[in-house]
């Protein structure tokens, strides 16, 4: 072949590749943004898809405050009291005020709210109410409830619930914290209130040894109280150990009602 068609057709051949890998590189770039695209869409609202429907976003029902009304009085005789009331919301938030002189308090709730009510007067027994305004049945915004308070007598005995001790031993526990920081917190309120701590525990054990044990333990509890400022002159203290068993029979179980700490009140 001619030298002349050798070049010439050399030069088409390059011709032929250059526009083809030309057209493929286009092919390629096109896929790659076709590709890029729908990973785009994937992540995005499709714009293809003109006629979307949005569904409603849920109602959102605002909290609102409820008045809480309440009325403390006496016990016996429905006279009202101007009774000291504490509030405290599951963020221990406390709120605080004193009834009207016709035992009426009012206080302004949110109604998603639960409450502890702790309320006291001079020479009754503290009440301790919670209250769940999701769970009280109530129309309105107002939401009512009368307390009635029982005076302390002298003589009256009182059983201090949730005071424990390691077995066999005298140290107060600290899941006996808060019953005992009632305590002083109702002598505090009544200066003039003396009263005689009394140990008792289990039947079953040597009778000198139980004795001793339970006197051990009211003094732990006294030395607690006068730790929170009550004077020492005003708490006395006894043993009983096993002799005034609250339960008498001989079921084990049973047996744990006679480890507790009462206290008589010996002045008002």
Same mark, same amino acid.
């Given at each position: ?151 302390? !007598?002298?003589?009256? +005995?009182?059983?201090?619930? &949730?005071?424990?001790?390691?077995? /066999? %031993? #005298?140290?107060? @526990? ?59 002159? !005003?708490?006395?203290? +006894?043993?009983?150990?096993? &002799?005034?068993?609250?339960?008498? /029979? %001989? #079921?084990?179980? @049973? ?14």
């Amino acid at each position: 072949m001619p030298m002349l068609k050798i070049i010439l057709h050399i030069s088409a051949t390059l011709i032929t590749l250059t526009s083809f890998s030309q057209g493929l590189s286009d092919s390629i770039s096109k896929e790659h943004a076709e590709t890029f695209a729908v990973h785009h869409h994937d992540t995005d609202i499709d714009p293809k898809i003109t006629n979307t429907e949005t569904s409603p976003l849920p109602e959102i029902i605002p909290y609102k405050d409820v008045l809480l009304a309440l009325k403390i009085v006496d016990g016996e005789t429905n006279t009202p009291l101007q009774a000291s009331i504490i509030t405290i919301a599951q963020s221990n938030a406390r709120g605080q005020g004193i009834c009207d002189t016709e035992g009426k308090f009012h206080f302004n709730i949110n109604n998603k709210s639960v409450i502890e009510l702790h309320i006291t007067h001079h020479g009754y027994h503290t009440q301790i109410d919670t209250v769940d305004f999701q769970k009280e049945h109530f129309s309105g915004d107002i939401y009512t409830k009368t307390y009635k308070l029982n005076v302390f !007598r002298k003589g009256e +005995v009182v059983t201090l619930s &949730n005071i424990y001790f390691e077995q /066999g %031993k #005298d140290a107060v @526990l600290p899941t006996s914290h808060l019953s005992l920081n009632r305590l002083a917190d109702l002598m505090k309120l009544n200066p003039s209130m003396v009263i005689r701590l009394e140990g008792h525990t289990e039947t079953q054990g040597s009778h000198k040894q139980l004795v001793e044990l339970s006197l051990r333990r009211v003094n732990s509890v006294r030395f607690y109280l006068i730790q929170k400022n009550i004077k020492t002159s !005003r708490i006395k203290t +006894v043993g009983y150990g096993p &002799n005034k068993p609250a339960y008498t /029979g %001989k #079921d084990t179980k @049973l047996q744990k009602q006679n480890r507790r700490v009462t206290f008589t009140v010996i002045k008002l």
